[in-house]
């Protein structure tokens, strides 16, 4: 895998310089953004993101659109210049539009549970963990923004969303206790989400496919398959289909390793019925003082 990044802003510099060419083409061609879409039959949504340089433009599309703009093979040569997607950093706002707009997500976790899975008492633990240390201003700010998150999984027409979670994630006391049960009660409730499975890899398990670390495949409104990896010190997108496809077949052997979901629901109902025991546990031993 490609591992070089680029600056930030030199690429974001990039896409948007191609979005405005794209955007003065088609103006000039009589389309508007909606007609535009509905003559290529991708969303009105796609084209004003690559307008705006939120989204790449591929080949095949710059293609077409140079053919119907007649624009004689300038954007199809921009994309050719542009950096590939896997060489700059994977930033949280760039990674948020695409997890908004995917029609299906599969992610494995197995140092923390992943953000849409969060209860605002996790998330807002999890950020008080960082290192340097958040002001409360900030920890508040990006709690909200974590929970608010998971609204893609109640839209009208949610994507498909797979989770595949190392079982140690379930154990971290993250806040204390009681935040670590309200957080298992929430996993519980989740995963009865149509269109949602959610599997645990269990700590006894021989085998282990996800050992690399962390990471999610996307798939957005046109198809695109795009995987995303996240470090201590940097993130990035992967889009080549050859280095995509790794992390597909490693996800599905996660899959074939990990507990069912019938099992894994069943392995939270276990952890919540010990959490409530330690509890009557403990308030039995004060009531005796």
Do not use: C
């Not at 996660?254 to 403990?282: F, I, K, M, Y």
């Amino acid at each position: 895998m490609n591992s070089r990044k680029l600056p930030r802003k030199k690429n974001l510099s990039a896409m948007r310089m191609l979005g405005v060419q794209l955007g003065t083409a088609r103006r000039a061609a009589g389309f508007t953004q909606r007609s535009l879409g509905e003559r290529l039959m991708i969303d009105e949504e796609t084209i004003a993101s690559i307008e705006q340089g939120r989204r790449p433009l591929k080949p095949d599309l710059a293609a077409s659109l140079d053919e119907l703009l007649g624009t004689k093979g300038m954007l199809s040569a921009g994309v050719a210049n542009l950096p590939e997607i896997d060489q700059f950093p994977l930033w949280a706002e760039l990674y948020v539009q695409h997890e908004r707009e995917a029609v299906s997500l599969s992610l494995y976790a197995s140092q923390v549970l992943p953000g849409l899975l969060q209860t605002e008492q996790y998330a807002r633990a999890v950020l008080r963990e960082r290192v340097p240390a958040y002001d409360e201003d900030e920890i508040e700010t990006r709690t909200a923004a974590r929970t608010g998150r998971r609204d893609v999984l109640h839209r009208k027409t949610p994507p498909t969303v797979s989770f595949i979670v190392w079982e140690p994630v379930l154990h971290l006391d993250i806040g204390g206790a009681h935040v670590r049960r309200e957080q298992l009660r929430h996993l519980r409730e989740y995963s009865e989400l149509p269109g949602l499975s959610l599997q645990f890899l269990p700590l006894d398990s021989p085998s282990h496919a996800g050992l690399d670390g962390p990471f999610i495949l996307l798939e957005t409104p046109d198809h695109q398959h795009l995987a995303y990896i996240e470090g201590q010190r940097g993130s990035q997108w992967v889009s080549d289909p050859s280095e995509v496809s790794i992390l597909a077949r490693k996800y599905a052997m996660l899959r074939t390793q990990a507990l069912t979901p019938q099992e894994s629901q069943r392995l939270l109902d276990r952890l919540l019925g010990e959490q409530g025991e330690q509890r009557t546990s403990v308030v039995h031993v004060d009531l005796q003082r």
